[in-house]
């Protein structure tokens, strides 16, 4: 199958290529409006009791959500002086006839001690909008924001809308910073691993057109269903990465091929039966790893799934079509505009090239070098390997076990504000309620009783009184037998005191006769918790599941897919032990520029878990695909194991580089769950590298021996009739596979 396809694109190149720029016209113009089709927010299950609660509370008692917390400060005057109090009566006044405002509630007509700082020099406002859709609100707030100024009082802006408006903005900085910081260091890096200008501009070819083509696709989708924004930083970030992975191997197997002396319709042919099988392999298990985010109730996570789906699928059809394509036009002009390196030349000034042994691409096959004498560091990494397995499985064990071990003390919470930077207006304005006025908290709990009489209401009231951690409780708004509680508490709206205070109040007895419903913000993490957690298991089973039937039919082994995931989980493990002694911890806190909260927001290791499970399952395609070529030619267990690390060594080092610096740029972002995601995701790629793909899986593939490849008959006769194998002669034994 895989000759027949390397045959096919080349026949059609032409009409590839072509079919390729249109692609590329398509999402430079129709899927770059993608950004004016996402929805900001979609962190909320909709069928938990937080959002019906919210619903029920719009349908029987009318909005009563605010939506902004308007911060008046003066350093000079209190409240109650004319030049205080004119200025922001005034621009209250105005705000109450903006045709996007439902409501203004101020201290100037409550006399609420809530809402004046102990100090008597700030007071604040909170605002509902007429509209409730999330962007219509964002849409709103921008519209309305200049109206919010008192002059010469200073004027900032809280509250939840305003938070998630300034959240979306700075991510999209986040991404436009990330991109100009990774794609220069990208392009240099490109140049000195192929050490040619042509071959270097491949990746970033696939890597636009896997972009590109992810904005085209979920544009397409967001027709059919609601869309995060956030789809857009994976779809940059998987999209760039995998496409590089999949270019870096494509055309070093391809130079490899043509260094051998083959022609270039041959080098296609033979290049497509093995890196196009792995490639195609890798693409389909990123997929289905990033398919299981779309169990989860959430759009946010949804978005995530279907925006990374759509980028590796793209790199994925893109390397496989266009990419063979362009090699097959270019031929060996491949390694034209060659670029030497110093350190790369030979005391008489000439560099070995591009088709060297040593290099990317080199000419090894696996009758060559690749063998057990082979050459190199990666050769000599590999027999030492060989010579001792059981001590360099328990040394790297050992280590990952020290990395993972903070992992296990992972506390999950909410995000707030203090994701944020620290100079972000909404963040200041939380910090400064909270610590500044009375009750402090910008998050209450809101507990709806629809079918009680007021007494019960009052009754119920002084029950929740009653329960620990509970500050307040003030009656808010109440029709017929519908009554509004807003609890407050000490501490943040995602803080451990927040959370028990909603779960008690859940555990309350319900008055007789009435129906009892609980939500507000600190509600809305608990349910988000309670719903990851609940499904976290079912993602589990579908990205093990999926790895294990795509791998058995690219090998035919039984024991590798298992021994894949295992390896996958201890890497992903030695990530999350990093995140956790950082971010959770605190550790590096100054250094990194972030505030720590003692807790991890849950949904960003779920969404770490789909990435890096797919990542590490790709450097183990890429590696055993090259060991089963050499089993295949040999049938030696330790001879292959060392010809795939020494051939495949160089190129996954390299690509886990690239990857690193694709990464590195969301790493420095402002907002601390794009940062966090973006250190979760360099560590686990440097560990997956060198300590896992490099030592451990080969130690054990040592250890295994011929148990590497066993697989029950019944299961035997699976893969001989539907495997995914590759085509191509043998180069030692030239016979067929």
């Known amino acids: 199958m895989f000759t027949w396809w390397g045959g096919a694109v080349v026949r059609l190149r032409w009409a590839v290529l072509a079919a390729g720029l249109v692609l590329v016209?398509?999402?430079?113009?129709?899927?770059?409006?993608?950004?004016?089709?996402?929805?900001?927010?979609?962190?909320?299950?909709?069928?938990?009791?937080?959002?019906?609660?919210?619903?029920?509370?719009?349908?029987?008692?009318?909005?009563?959500?605010?939506?902004?917390?308007?911060?008046?400060?003066?350093?000079?005057?209190?409240?109650?002086?004319?030049?205080?109090?004119?200025?922001?009566?005034?621009?209250?006044?105005?705000?109450?006839?903006?045709?996007?405002?439902?409501?203004?509630?101020?201290?100037y007509e409550t006399r609420a001690p809530a809402l004046v700082s102990t100090d008597r020099h700030a007071t604040y406002a909170a605002v509902r909008l007429r509209a409730t859709d999330p962007d219509e609100q964002a849409e709103a707030y921008r519209e309305l924001r200049p109206a919010l100024d008192a002059p010469g009082v200073r004027t900032e802006t809280g509250g939840t809308v305003a938070f998630l408006d300034e959240a979306n903005e700075q991510s999209k900085e986040d991404i436009?910073?990330?991109?100009?910081?990774?794609?220069?260091?990208?392009?240099?890096?490109?140049?000195?691993?192929?050490?040619?200008?042509?071959?270097?501009?491949?990746?970033?070819?696939?890597?636009?057109?896997?972009?590109?083509?992810?904005?085209?696709?979920?544009?397409?989708?967001?027709?059919f269903t609601e869309v995060s924004v956030f789809a857009i930083n994976i779809i940059t970030l998987i999209g760039l990465g995998m496409a590089v992975d999949y270019a870096l191997f494509i055309v070093s197997r391809f130079r490899e091929e043509l260094a051998a002396g083959r022609s270039g319709t041959e080098a296609i042919r033979r290049t497509m039966s093995t890196a196009g099988r792995t490639?195609?392999?890798?693409?389909?298990?990123?997929?289905?790893?990033?398919?299981?985010?779309?169990?989860?109730?959430?759009?946010?996570?949804?978005?995530?799934g279907l925006g990374g789906i759509a980028a590796v699928l793209v790199a994925m059809l893109a390397a496989l079509t266009v990419l063979p394509a362009l090699l097959a036009v270019l031929g060996t002009r491949i390694n034209a505009l060659a670029v030497r390196p110093p350190w790369r030349r030979r005391k008489g000034g000439t560099d070995p090239g591009p088709d060297a042994t040593t290099g990317i691409g080199g000419s090894a096959g696996i009758g060559g070098s690749a063998g057990i004498g082979g050459s190199g560091a990666w050769a000599r990494l590999a027999r030492s390997v060989m010579r001792r397995p059981v001590l360099y499985l328990l040394g790297v064990l050992a280590v990952l076990a020290v990395l993972a071990a903070p992992s296990l003390r992972?506390?999950?919470?909410?995000?707030?504000?203090?994701?944020?930077?620290?100079?972000?207006?909404?963040?200041?304005?939380?910090?400064?309620?909270?610590?500044?006025?009375?009750?402090?908290?910008?998050?209450?709990v809101e507990v709806l009783l629809s079918g009680a009489p007021a007494a019960d209401a009052q009754r119920f009231a002084d029950t929740i009184r009653q329960l620990p951690g509970v500050t307040g409780v003030q009656p808010t708004a109440n029709r017929g037998d519908s009554t509004l509680l807003l609890v407050t508490y000490p501490g943040e709206p995602t803080g451990p005191v927040a959370e028990r205070v909603v779960r008690q109040i859940r555990d309350l007895p319900t008055p007789a006769g009435a129906e009892v419903l609980v939500g507000g913000r600190p509600a809305f993490d608990v349910d988000m918790l309670d719903s990851l957690t609940a499904r976290l298991p079912l993602m589990a089973l579908i990205m093990a599941s999926a790895t294990l039937v795509l791998l058995f039919l690219a090998f035919g082994s039984v024991l590798l897919p298992i021994k894949?995931?295992?390896?996958?989980?201890?890497?992903?493990?030695?990530?999350?032990?990093?995140?956790?002694?950082?971010?959770?911890?605190?550790?590096?806190?100054?250094?990194?520029?972030?505030?720590?909260?003692?807790f991890i927001e849950p949904s960003n290791p779920i969404l770490m878990l789909a990435v890096l499970f797919g990542l590490a399952t790709d450097y183990e395609v890429?590696?055993?695909?090259?060991?089963?070529?050499?089993?295949?030619?040999?049938?030696?267990?330790?001879?292959?194991?060392?010809?795939?690390?020494?051939?495949?060594?160089?190129?996954?080092?390299?690509?886990?580089?690239?990857?690193?610096?694709?990464?590195?740029?969301?790493?420095?972002?402002?907002?601390?769950?794009?940062?966090?995601?973006?250190?979760?995701?360099?560590?686990?790629?440097?560990?997956?590298?060198?300590?896992?793909?490099?030592?451990?899986?080969?130690?054990?593939?040592?250890?295994?021996?011929?148990?590497?490849?066993?697989?029950?008959?019944?299961?035997?006769?699976?893969?001989?009739?539907?495997?995914?194998?590759?085509?191509?002669?043998?180069?030692?034994?030239?016979?067929?596979?």
Do not use: C
Request: net charge negative.
């Open 25 to 107: 016209a398509v999402g430079a113009t129709w899927g770059a409006g993608v950004f004016g089709s996402l929805t900001g927010g979609g962190f909320e299950d909709p069928g938990s009791e937080s959002v019906r609660t919210h619903e029920r509370i719009d349908a029987e008692l009318g909005n009563q959500s605010v939506d902004l917390l308007v911060l008046y400060s003066s350093p000079d005057s209190t409240v109650e002086q004319p030049a205080f109090r004119d200025p922001v009566t005034a621009a209250l006044d105005r705000l109450r006839q903006h045709p996007e405002v439902a409501s203004v509630t101020s201290w």
């Open 176 to 223: 436009t910073r990330a991109e100009m910081l990774s794609l220069p260091i990208l392009l240099v890096l490109l140049i000195l691993i192929f050490r040619g200008l042509v071959a270097a501009a491949t990746p970033l070819l696939v890597g636009g057109l896997a972009i590109l083509g992810g904005f085209v696709a979920v544009r397409l989708i967001g027709t």
């Open 279 to 304: 490639v195609l392999v890798s693409g389909l298990t990123i997929a289905t790893a990033l398919a299981s985010l779309l169990i989860f109730p959430q759009s946010f996570l949804r978005s995530m």
């Open 410 to 444: 992972m506390e999950a919470g909410g995000f707030d504000e203090r994701v944020l930077p620290a100079d972000a207006v909404p963040r200041v304005v939380a910090e400064r309620i909270a610590a500044d006025f009375p009750g402090g908290s910008v998050g209450p």
């Open 564 to 598: 894949a995931v295992l390896m996958n989980l201890v890497s992903i493990g030695a990530s999350f032990g990093v995140v956790v002694w950082i971010f959770q911890d605190g550790h590096l806190a100054e250094w990194l520029d972030f505030t720590p909260t003692g």
């Open 622 to 737: 890429f590696l055993l695909s090259r060991v089963r070529e050499a089993w295949d030619a040999t049938g030696d267990n330790t001879a292959s194991v060392t010809a795939g690390l020494q051939h495949t060594g160089r190129i996954i080092t390299a690509a886990a580089l690239l990857l690193i610096v694709v990464v590195a740029g969301f790493a420095t972002g402002g907002v601390v769950f794009v940062k966090l995601i973006g250190i979760g995701m360099i560590v686990a790629i440097v560990v997956d590298a060198t300590l896992v793909r490099a030592l451990l899986v080969p130690a054990t593939m040592r250890l295994l021996g011929r148990w590497n490849w066993w697989a029950p008959g019944p299961l035997a006769k699976v893969y001989r009739r539907y495997g995914i194998r590759e085509s191509a002669p043998d180069v030692a034994g030239g016979r067929e596979r």
